[in-house]
C-alpha cells in the first residue's frame, strides 16, 4: 500500500471528547487508534482537498456508560497517510491528559504536570501530613491500587450506599477510565483530591497494602479485606530471608485496625503471615463472593455479547513473581474451537497495565473488567493455577480445572504453599491443551472429585452465602466507624 505525505495537524475538543486529525489529499479509507485494553476507530469525514478523522476519547466498554481512554500508549493508524509528522503537545483536559507524537499518542491520567513532580508531590503530601483528617462521614475506598473499583469493597460500597446514604464514598483510581459505583467519587491517584480524601475519611477500605505514606489520622480507621484465601505462601512465609521485606510487612500491618478472612483458614494463615496480633480479624465470609449465592447471570451476559445458551470457560491464572505479563500457557482461540465454547480470558491484577487484551474468534479479554464475581458467575467452568479465585468460583459448585505446567517451578521456587494442590485440588491437575480439553469435555464435576469438592466447600466456604457484605457494613456501623 502506498503511504502518502501529508500536512496533518491533530487537536482536541474537549467538549466533545475527541481528538481530531486532519490533513489535505486523498480521503483515507479507515483510522484507528489502538491500545493495550482499548480501541477506538476514527470516523472519517471530508474528502477531495481535505479530510478530518474524528477519535473518541471514551469508550462504552463491557455494556457501561462511556469512560475515558485508559491510560497508555496507542498507535496513531490512518489508512494511508504517513502520520509522523502529526504533533500535538501535552494537553490537559478535565478527564484526562494527552500528548501526539507522530504514530504515538500518549494517554495519561488528568493530572496538572506539576504534581507529578517530586516537588508537587512533596507538597501535596505534606499538606496532607499536617491536615488535622478524619473530620468527614466518609468512605475512601481502593481495590488493588486503584486498577479497578471492584473486589471485597465494591460489595461492601453497594451494601454501605443503602444502609448510610448520608456517607460519602470515594474511590481511589489511577484514572478515570475506572468505573466507579454508582453515587461515588472517583479521585485519581496523586491528585490534591486524593491526598485531601484520604486524610479527611473516618474509614478507609482497602483490599491491599495502602502504600505511599499513609499517616493516621485520629479517629481515622482502616479496614484491610484483602483480595483471597491463600494456597501461595505470603508476606513472612515468602521462600528467603529479607529483612527489609519483614520490616515493610509489619509496618504495614499495624496501619490496620480490622482484616477481613473468608474463612477461618485464612484467618489463622493471614494473622501469622502479616503479624497481625492483638487485632481483630472479622470472619464473615467475602463480600465480593454475595453475588455468587444470588446473582443472575443474564445481564453480565448480555453486557459481553454472549448468548444465553452458550458455553462459556474462564481462564483466570495467578501472577508470577518472575515476569510482568499474564502467562501463556493457553491458546484462547484454539481451546474455544476445541471445546465449542467462549473463553473470556482473566488476568490477573498485576498483570493489567504491562500486558495487552488477547483477541481471537469467541474470544473475550475481561483483564479490564470491573468484577471478577460477575465473570465467575457466568462461567460454566474455571480454568486456573494457583490463584485465589479457586476459593472463590467453588461457591457455584461447578467444574474447575487446574492449569499447572510449571507446578514443581512454583511450588518449589517462586512461593510455595501451605497444602498440597495435588492432594485437594476439587479438579484435575493438567499440564497440556490436550490433557484440558479432555478434562472440559463435560459440564459435571466428575466423580472422583466430588467428595473432595464438597469436603473444600465445607471448609472454605460455609459463610459465603450471599450475606457476607451486610455482615461487614453491620459490623462497620455498630463499631460506629461511621455515622448513618
Same mark, same amino acid.
Given at each position: ?34 491500545? *493495550?485494553?482499548?480501541? @477506538?476507530?476514527? %470516523? &472519517?469525514?471530508?474528502? +477531495?482537498? $481535505? ?5 473518541? !476519547? ?31 503537545? *501535552?494537553?490537559?483536559? @478535565?478527564?484526562? %491528559? &494527552?500528548?501526539?507524537? +507522530?504514530? $504515538? ?5 488528568? !493530572? ?373
Amino acid at each position: 500500500m502506498t503511504t502518502a505525505r501529508t500536512d496533518a495537524q491533530a487537536r482536541v475538543d474537549e467538549n466533545a471528547h475527541t481528538l481530531i486529525v486532519s490533513g489535505t489529499g486523498a480521503r483515507p479509507a479507515s483510522a484507528s487508534l489502538d491500545g *493495550p485494553r482499548a480501541r @477506538t476507530a476514527g %470516523r &472519517i469525514t471530508g474528502g +477531495g482537498k $481535505t479530510w478530518k478523522a474524528t477519535f473518541r !476519547l471514551q469508550v462504552a466498554r463491557w455494556g457501561g456508560k462511556e469512560l475515558p481512554l485508559p491510560s497508555g500508549t496507542y498507535t496513531l493508524q490512518i489508512d494511508g497517510i504517513a502520520t509522523d509528522g502529526v504533533m500535538l503537545a *501535552p494537553t490537559l483536559l @478535565t478527564t484526562l %491528559r &494527552i500528548e501526539v507524537q +507522530g504514530s $504515538t499518542v500518549l494517554i495519561a491520567p488528568p !493530572l496538572d504536570p506539576i504534581y507529578e513532580t517530586a516537588e508537587g508531590q512533596g507538597t501535596l503530601e505534606e499538606r496532607y501530613v499536617s491536615q488535622v483528617g478524619a473530620s468527614e462521614n466518609a468512605v475512601f475506598f481502593e481495590s488493588f491500587y486503584g486498577q479497578n473499583a471492584g473486589c471485597n469493597p465494591r460489595a461492601i460500597d453497594r451494601v454501605l450506599a443503602e444502609r448510610a446514604p448520608a456517607v460519602t464514598r470515594y474511590w481511589s483510581v489511577t484514572d478515570l477510565s475506572v468505573e466507579v459505583p454508582e453515587g461515588a467519587i472517583a479521585v485519581v491517584e496523586g491528585s490534591p483530591a486524593w491526598w485531601r480524601a484520604r486524610g479527611d475519611a473516618r474509614l478507609l477500605v482497602v483490599n491491599d497494602w495502602l502504600r505511599r505514606r499513609f499517616v493516621r489520622k485520629p479517629g481515622q480507621r482502616v479496614l484491610q479485606t484483602w483480595h483471597g484465601t491463600p494456597l501461595k505462601r505470603l508476606a513472612l512465609h515468602r521462600p528467603g530471608f529479607a529483612p527489609r521485606r519483614m520490616a515493610a510487612v509489619v509496618k504495614e500491618s499495624r496501619r490496620w485496625d480490622a482484616l477481613l478472612a473468608q474463612n477461618v483458614y485464612a484467618a489463622r494463615i493471614l494473622r501469622k503471615a502479616y503479624a497481625f496480633f492483638g487485632k481483630p480479624i472479622w470472619v464473615e465470609g467475602y463480600p465480593r463472593n454475595d453475588v455468587l449465592a444470588a446473582g443472575d447471570p443474564t445481564a453480565v451476559r448480555a453486557s459481553l455479547g454472549i448468548g444465553v445458551d452458550e458455553r462459556v470457560l474462564l481462564y483466570a491464572p495467578t501472577w508470577r513473581d518472575d515476569r510482568a505479563e499474564m502467562v501463556d500457557f493457553v491458546d484462547p482461540e484454539r481451546l474455544a474451537a476445541d471445546t465449542d465454547s467462549v473463553v473470556l480470558v482473566r488476568g490477573h491484577s498485576r498483570t493489567l497495565r504491562p500486558g495487552r487484551d488477547r483477541a481471537g474468534a469467541r474470544v473475550i479479554d475481561v483483564t479490564g473488567y470491573p468484577e471478577t464475581a460477575r465473570l465467575l458467575l457466568i462461567a460454566d467452568a474455571l480454568i486456573t493455577d494457583y490463584s485465589s479465585v479457586m476459593f472463590d468460583f467453588s461457591v457455584t459448585g461447578r467444574p474447575m480445572c487446574f492449569l499447572v505446567p510449571d507446578l514443581e517451578h512454583y511450588r518449589g521456587e517462586l512461593r510455595g504453599f501451605y497444602f498440597d494442590l495435588a492432594e485437594r485440588a476439587p479438579g484435575p491437575l493438567v499440564r497440556s491443551h490436550t490433557e484440558l480439553v479432555s478434562a472440559l469435555g463435560d459440564l459435571e464435576v466428575p466423580e472422583t472429585y466430588r467428595e473432595r469438592y464438597a469436603a473444600w466447600r465445607a471448609q472454605f466456604n460455609r459463610l459465603d452465602d450471599g450475606g457476607a457484605a451486610e455482615r461487614v457494613v453491620s459490623r462497620i456501623l455498630d463499631q460506629g466507624w461511621l455515622t448513618v
